[in-house]
């Protein structure tokens, strides 16, 4: 049996034309066992990986010698990473081709599970500005949410919406992200059911989806704003053919990105997993026509703040004066000033699912915090911290009791190498575990 029947006939025959002589290199490279990649998260710095291989496209990510299992490393679980496909975090050279002086901007990721790239963009971008993460699939968008929850900042909501949905908001993000639902041939050597579920037929349909994505992308782009388009296949027609639409029938300008030993296509650039360290991966940028763009969330309301849930939630945050907080039901969220008005304007016209930090939920006169709270790089360093051992924290993940000698009591966040993991309630006689059931750890370790 040849190296190229283990994919489609169909697929093989499109690579042959394609690729010409490099087509048995690119097979053989499909049959090598892909690369292990992680990338940090700055915010929560950690020395784990420093002698690891760096990801050349980008700073903060690394190649691992070996996969080891995410699963049992408490820093996984506490955000200190995000284990990702090495090639997609070319977004990184994008972002620095469109906001190199990393102004202020409002950014789209239109169809963001699981949030590799989201948590990748807010790395990238400054403090005031504003990324809004959307999934519409509703498995799909929980697991979108406790990896933005596990990143930790703040300048995030996380929407669930068509992406015709946004075309309510007008011309409002400055940099649209659409790493398009594809073939995903590029991520065969990864996921053998993408072998399965490929066809031409397949490959039709997504590129018709993939030109309505971006006609509504295009629809609340700024003028003057970026599309940045990516999709995990080597098909044509699903990676400059629409690109080429965008350009000829909707009058955006292709913007050249650049890289050593990346193959150049005529709209963007393709990886290839026999001659970069990654998955088949394509990426591609265009630019808006500059004309006078219309501010729309003006119109929204001011808000003040409620005396008595601002003053129950603001002990958990470092910097109380950089937050609005509202309450929603029994509910208390905190989201950062510069981004509330853009909160209101969004939640009126789309379905938010989360927003900012939720703090915790009010019982009585009292204050149950969010998990999401315990992760938050803006958590008050004044919050008592219990730090435990590996096998404590394996332990905690798992919801199970761990026996804890403080002299504290109440709530107190445990850590591993001082980065938070959740929330414990201490008492005279026993330490309760408030790690989210949903995330625990199902299974024991080999």
Not at 72 to 82: N, Q, R, V, W
Not at 203 to 230: E, F, T
Not at 325 to 351: C, D, M, V
């Amino acid at each position: 049996m040849s190296e190229s029947s283990t994919f489609p006939e169909n697929f093989n025959q499109r690579m042959k034309i394609k690729l010409g002589e490099g087509f048995a290199a690119f097979i053989a490279g499909m049959q090598e066992t892909p690369p292990t990649s992680i990338r940090l998260n700055p915010r929560k710095p950690i020395s784990k990986f420093d002698t690891d291989e760096k990801v050349p496209w980008c700073q903060t990510g690394r190649y691992l010698p070996t996969r080891p299992s995410f699963t049992f490393d408490p820093l996984f679980h506490a955000g200190t990473y995000y284990v990702q496909e090495a090639a997609s975090m070319f977004v990184e050279q994008a972002w620095k081709r469109i906001n190199p002086v990393n102004k202020a901007i409002r950014v789209l990721d239109l169809c963001a599970a699981p949030g590799g790239k989201s948590t990748h963009l807010l790395s990238l971008m400054s403090d005031d500005s504003l990324l809004v993460s959307n999934e519409l699939i509703p498995n799909r968008n929980a697991v979108l949410r406790e990896n933005i929850t596990k990143w930790g900042q703040a300048n995030c909501i996380v929407t669930q919406n068509n992406p015709s949905d946004f075309t309510k908001l007008g011309e409002y993000f400055d940099v649209i992200l659409v790493d398009a639902p594809c073939s995903g041939e590029g991520m065969f050597r990864k996921d053998k059911n993408a072998i399965h579920e490929w066809s031409e037929k397949n490959v039709a349909q997504c590129s018709l989806r993939q030109h309505d994505i971006l006609k509504n992308a295009i629809s609340v782009l700024k003028p003057g704003g970026y599309i940045i388009y990516s999709t995990c296949t080597f098909e044509q027609d699903e990676n400059d053919a629409p690109i080429a639409y965008c350009i000829n029938e909707c009058g955006l300008k292709p913007i050249s990105i650049d890289f050593p030993g990346i193959t150049k296509t005529p709209r963007g650039l393709q990886f290839y997993p026999h001659l970069n360290k990654g998955e088949g991966f394509y990426i591609a940028l265009m630019q808006k026509p500059n004309n006078e763009a219309v501010s729309l969330d003006a119109a929204v309301k001011n808000y003040t703040h409620n005396a008595d849930v601002a003053a129950t939630a603001t002990p958990f945050l470092e910097d109380k004066e950089a937050f609005v907080i509202f309450k929603r039901g029994e509910l208390i969220f905190a989201i950062p000033k510069f981004t509330f008005q853009s909160y209101q304007w969004i939640n009126s016209h789309l379905f938010v699912k989360q927003a900012g930090i939720l703090v915790g939920e009010q019982k009585g006169k009292d204050l149950i915090p969010a998990h999401a709270m315990s992760l938050s790089v803006h958590l008050n360093k004044y919050i008592p911290r219990i730090e435990i051992n590996e096998l404590q924290s394996i332990a905690y993940l798992k919801c199970e009791s761990i026996k804890i000698n403080s002299d504290i009591r109440g709530w107190a966040v445990v850590t591993f190498n001082h980065h938070p993991l959740g929330w414990i309630k201490l008492m005279d006689n026993r330490a309760n575990n408030y790690y989210p059931r949903e995330w625990r750890i199902l299974k024991d370790k080999a």
